[in-house]
């Protein structure tokens, strides 16, 4: 924050004023569509697109697939794009001081078109949240600060009044219209992408050309069928034949090579089978239960005994993220300023060590989110849902040796009617209930693999309300946290405490979006939950919106919709995205994506509640004053 303070913010406030008196109208706007190309590449929150494509089952989602991994640079350049439009329009806007809001009922409506279309498209579906998302990560720790300035600049250049409360409409530009340029995006490439279908279709040889093109290699195919598709879907790989199956998997158990292509390495093959591989698998490799028991033990050490992380690697690799993502941008300013503006850059010794100080905090922040925020909102997400259903827990699987499924007497009905088989299990002093499964015995060792489960923590299977409450509540208050934390945040707060001249704290500022920002993680990861369609909830909520923003002062429409374009950034982006996707894991969704939008759009609403409130309670005492003053006396008058 001081680094952005003192160099970013003063130097794009430099050039955004000098820039529109010392040139033409067509360099001030490629100025402007660079310059919003420029800072979604660097911006950190934008590289969290590289990282979750994994999560995507790519027979339920094949071009959201595709995006999130084979096209991903594309998309990242769609996104980009998008933000280049946005800032050349909130320049144009302010250089005539248009309204915001006819912008906002514009685009609004064209991309809930365009949403409404894609949601009846099976593939394009599956997008939609995604290309939300993306609006809510394209402005964040380097750009909200340099076009809020560059905005600030212009609006002086101009020497409009109207223009002090219009330069925050720049950032909610910069949300929305990547939306669209992402989903038209994904309507281009549409006829290069099978269709949705089923694992087993997926993997068939009469498939195999069609969904090449999702992936680099045949072994690339191989490792994503392993991790991600079931055994029957694993077999269509083979011809449907377990003894070429069975034959490869042996083949990776003695080829270090393979092993490490397929899998990461010998090690990580043996954690695969025991926690995915079937019975018939495991009898493959293993050549009885003392080789299992030992893959166990060692996997478990490996898991205790690991190496922390090597620290002086991540801080080299954090370093070239925050010099990609801050040096361009200075270059760029400097360029402009010196050689199309012609002019010198005031206190250079102060900027230079603004931009020093840039350079550090950003490393830092980076490199928490990626060792701390990023696999903290993953394991978070996927442990959630044990709070309102059960979870499987594969890595603690015991295996009970020469098992006779005879022995099993015990049944059970359930609520609905349905016969469960169980039995008892004695273990550590104590007899447990274990539910038998057939497909958990294989028959050759006469061994039975009991993987012991969780939950519900709260509530129970016919009941599952009191855990879901749980977690809504859980998401809403890490909401609040995280966007307490925001660094973008903070920076537009404090340019709307100086814009509004102190009339808009910044404190009351960062609590009502976070409350926001809280209200709409928990629509979210509801939505998610019970497995509403995205498209369901945005829509209604977008139209509140605008009739809000109808009633609203253009101020506060300005700073309402900013915020949202500041809430979901290098701090947030992580634990929402990485909890949405894992939770959605668990619970058998298709695609987690969605939480960040409606998380940003939940402090429009809660800002625009505030602008009204405020507004109202200043025309009261306005009023309370003129009635209770009281007119002056003859002499009073003369004095």
Known sequence: MEGLSLGIMPLGEKVGEKLPQKSKLPTVLAFSFILGLLSTFAEPAVTTLRTIGRSVIAWEAPLLFMLLNTYVEYLVYAVGIGVGIAVLLGLLRFLYGFSLKPFLYIIVSLLSIISVYAYFEPNLQYVLGLAWDCG?????????????????????????????????????????????????????????????????????????????????????LMKYAFNHADYQAQLALFDHDPNKMNDFLREISRDENLAENLFGGKDDFNSWIMEKGTARQKAAIFQGTED??????????????????????????????????????????????????????PQSDLVALGIFFALIGMTLLRGGVDTGLANLGDQVGQNLPVVFSEISMPADMKIITNFDPETVLQRSITHNGRIEHFFYMHS???YLKVPYKPENFHKEHSNYYHIPSRGPLFGSDENDMPGIIVVIIFVFFMGFGATIAEPSLNALGIAVEEITVGSVKKSALIR????????????????????????????????????FTKFSTEQFVNIAWDSAGVTTRVVTVPLVISMGLGISRKVGIVEGFGMLSLASAGPILTVLIMGIYINRKRKAVSKVDSETEEPLVEDEIVK
């Open 136 to 220: 809510a990560v394209t402005t964040g720790a380097v750009s909200v600060p340099l076009v809020i300035a560059l905005g600030i600049g212009v609006s002086r250049a101009k020497g409009k009044r109207f223009s002090d409360h219009g330069v925050f409409g720049i950032v909610s530009l910069a949300s929305l219209v990547p939306i669209i340029t992402v989903i038209l995006y994904g309507i281009i490439i549409l006829p290069k992408v099978p269709s949705p279908m089923t694992a087993g279709e997926f993997f068939s040889p009469e498939n195999r050309h069609e969904i090449s093109m999702l992936f680099s290699g045949e072994e690339e």
């Open 292 to 345: 299992m028991q030992e893959a166990i033990d060692n996997y478990w050490n490996k898991r205790l005994d690991s190496e922390p992380s090597d620290i002086i690697s991540s801080l080299k690799r954090n370093t070239t993220v925050a010099i990609r993502a801050i040096i361009p941008l200075v270059l760029l300013l400097l360029l402009v300023l010196f050689f199309i503006a012609r002019e010198k850059l």
């Open 428 to 430: 550590d002093s104590e």
């Open 512 to 547: 009502t979006v976070a409350v926001g920002v809280g209200i709409g993680a928990g629509a979210g990861i509801s939505r998610i939950i019970w497995n509403v369609p995205l498209l369901w909830v945005l829509i209604p909520m977008y139209i509140i919106l605008l009739v």
